[in-house]
DNA sequence: CCAATCCATACTGTTTTAGTCGGGATTAAA
DNA sequence: TTTAATCCCGACTAAAACAGTATGGATTGG
């Protein structure tokens, strides 16, 4: 019941791009040490986000990356759903491609697996980077 | 994000043996043609919970497995644990052992996992056997 | 021009998954 | 007492996924 770094990654990812989000491109380099991930690896990952059209890349010296919305509008769902393909906690029901189980109308597990399934996305879709910043914020306060 | 085969399966056959529960022991060749699944395979799945003590076995001719408590004390959330460990999106905010991730007090997406890993744990320990067998009832009425 | 950065592809070692295989132990029933 | 039905156990395996590495190329600000 495991997420791959995939999505831990690229939302830690994502996060900090928000809680940069204003002050230009930011090099993958400086997110990488931030979030303790290897670079490389990293570039991967945002590679799949920069095609989902979730981050903005800036070529050259002083490029990097850039949210491509703000982060009022991208919620956590999104990120997931992009590294990590559809949620579903068991294949016969993904967000996606309903059925295809031969006994999808019996099956009573079916609808264990669909009721963890939206309380997943509930949670996830009702999460915006903006929250997540906020919550930040939040937190810092109460250390100083 | 998915489960593996292990809690699906596991749960496709306790919850059978939970709508046979009280006629005796039935034996895994039954459970395996029902639900489909390789006997041979959901042989190594039962004897994991048998050795948690979810099930009983009964050996030589006639045997079977049996529930080892009635469907209404066995919620799914105690099968998907022992077959599928400890309930955590990420490593980091397992049910068991919390901390060990260096950033634990800053990291904000660590809050969202612990969002999502209770609402998970909420939808799969409020569902007992005996509640699946209920829907299953009422799924039948409805076609006959 | 050159250093910083993004971009793309290919490779790799490890672990997990989802089984298969082969045989042994137990016991009800014939 | 044999036999067939069952559970029990450990070893093996092919394929995929995971979590990276490695290498080199393209772009661009200073």
Same mark, same amino acid.
């Given at each position: 019941?495991?997420? =791959?770094? %995939? +999505?831990?990654? @690229?939302?830690?990812?994502?996060?900090?791009?928000?809680?940069?989000?204003?002050? /230009?491109? $930011?090099?993958?380099?400086?997110?990488?040490?931030?979030?303790?991930?290897?670079?490389?690896?990293?570039?991967?990952?945002?590679?799949?986000?920069?095609?989902?059209?979730?981050?903005? =890349?800036? %070529? +050259?010296?002083? @490029?990097?990356?850039?949210?491509?919305?703000?982060?009022?509008?991208?919620?956590? /769902?999104? $990120?997931?759903?992009?590294?990590?393909?559809?949620?579903?906690?068991?294949?016969?029901?993904?967000?996606?491609?309903?059925?295809?189980?031969?006994?999808?109308?019996?099956?009573?597990?079916?609808?264990?697996?669909?009721?963890?399934?939206?309380?997943?996305?509930?949670?996830?879709?009702?999460?915006?980077?903006?929250?997540?910043?906020?919550?930040?914020?939040?937190?810092?306060?109460?250390?100083?």
């Amino acid at each position: 019941m495991r997420l =791959s770094t %995939r +999505g831990h990654y @690229g939302l830690k990812a994502m996060f900090y791009l928000a809680t940069r989000y204003g002050a /230009g491109p $930011i090099p993958l380099k400086n997110v990488a040490e931030m979030q303790n991930i290897s670079e490389h690896y990293l570039e991967q990952l945002i590679a799949i986000l920069r095609k989902a059209q979730l981050v903005k =890349s800036v %070529r +050259g010296a002083q @490029g990097g990356y850039i949210l491509a919305r703000s982060p009022e509008e991208i919620r956590v /769902g999104e $990120i997931i759903r992009v590294l990590e393909g559809p949620i579903a906690p068991v294949e016969c029901v993904s967000e996606l491609k309903t059925a295809e189980c031969d006994q999808a109308d019996f099956c009573i597990t079916r609808t264990v697996w669909e009721r963890v399934r939206d309380s997943i996305v509930q949670v996830l879709d009702s999460i915006s980077l903006a929250d997540m910043c906020r919550d930040k914020e939040k937190n810092q306060q109460g250390k100083e």
